[in-house]
């Protein structure tokens, strides 16, 4: 496949009051879209708080109500200030637990951990390459994500594609991308799958404060590439029927899990371990919500090492 997108989303306003309906499409496609189905308010009380903190860090301009770069690096940006804001945490369990909930037809458990997403312009080495969701967060299978857009999104500011019914083929392999970091992790090189590996069509759309897309946690996704000069803001969260079991990931925060995944690195390095086995021991450790102490790290360095060998 190519990185060129061939279609628009499907709009699923309609069908959010027949749930046999809405889950037969999300079954079926992988996603759900819903156009403006959000609190605009609440939408854009995150987008200006962050437009406040990265003003003060000189990302974007001052006095401008978009996110206006200055070219400044992201290295500039303290993401302990965005993750302390209350809207985005609001925005999470108000609005998008409440959409989850209706999708669900239950009540919804949402994710301690929403990710807030700065991507700045023609940076290419903290894209976000195609990949799945479930590769990143295991030991929970009924978990959905919520892409939520904090400003309008046009082809130039890039957005999100996703490959419609890619999660009926499973999981998928993910390789290290050359050159390309996490900046929610800080240092972690990025994994992902090949653009020219997927079979199919990309669907996008331009987005809106207050829509959602929806999408199951193994359909394929990427980041595409910011033209424009704004930073484009996004917020993506994931849910699960609050009936379902939760696993040690989905309860911590952020900034919880970056500090245990720091621990985790700190043994592994000790003991003198690869890299390929830490990111194996991390996914491992976090599925099985094990402390990040030396006696389960280094139990899971030596089956990884025997795998590897």
């Not at 301009?61 to 500039?76: F, L, Q």
């Not at 892409?147 to 392999?173: F, N, Y």
């Not at 090949?194 to 759309?205: A, M, P, Q, S």
């Amino acid at each position: 496949m190519t990185s060129q997108q061939s279609g628009r989303f499907r709009i699923s306003n309609d069908d959010l009051d027949v749930p046999e309906r809405l889950e037969a499409i999300f079954q079926d496609e992988g996603y759900l879209f819903f156009r403006g189905i959000l609190d605009v308010d609440a939408v854009l009380a995150v987008k200006r708080d962050l437009i406040n903190v990265l003003q003060a860090q000189g990302v974007v301009k001052s006095g401008e109500t978009e996110p206006i770069w200055t070219g400044a690096g992201m290295d500039r940006i303290d993401d302990i200030a965005l993750y302390a804001l209350a809207s985005y945490e609001a925005l999470s369990e108000g609005p998008a637990r409440h959409l989850a909930g209706k999708i669900f037809g239950q009540p919804a458990f949402m994710f301690k951990n929403p990710n807030i997403r700065y991507t700045l312009p023609d940076h290419s080495m903290y894209v976000t390459p195609a990949h799945q969701d479930f590769f990143f967060i295991r030991g929970t299978t009924s978990f959905r994500t919520i892409w939520i857009p904090l400003m309008e999104i046009d082809a130039t500011v890039g957005g999100l594609a996703l490959a419609p019914g890619s999660h009926k083929q499973g999981l998928r392999e993910h390789a290290e991308q050359a050159g390309i970091y996490s900046y929610v992790f800080k240092g972690r090189k990025q994994r992902g799958v090949r653009l020219e590996d997927i079979e199919g069509d990309w669907l996008t759309v331009d987005y809106r404060p207050g829509d959602a897309l929806v999408f199951h946690n193994l359909t394929l996704h990427w980041g595409l590439p910011n033209r424009s000069n704004r930073v484009r803001l996004s917020l993506d969260t994931r849910a699960q029927p609050a009936s379902a079991p939760r696993t040690f990931q989905v309860e911590k925060s952020i900034l919880e899990l970056r500090q245990y995944r720091k621990e985790v690195q700190r043994i592994v390095a000790e003991e003198g371990a690869s890299e390929a086995v830490f990111e194996a021991v991390m996914i491992e450790m976090m599925k099985r919500g094990l402390p990040a102490e030396r006696r389960p790290v280094t139990a899971l360095i030596a089956e990884f090492e025997r795998q590897l060998a």
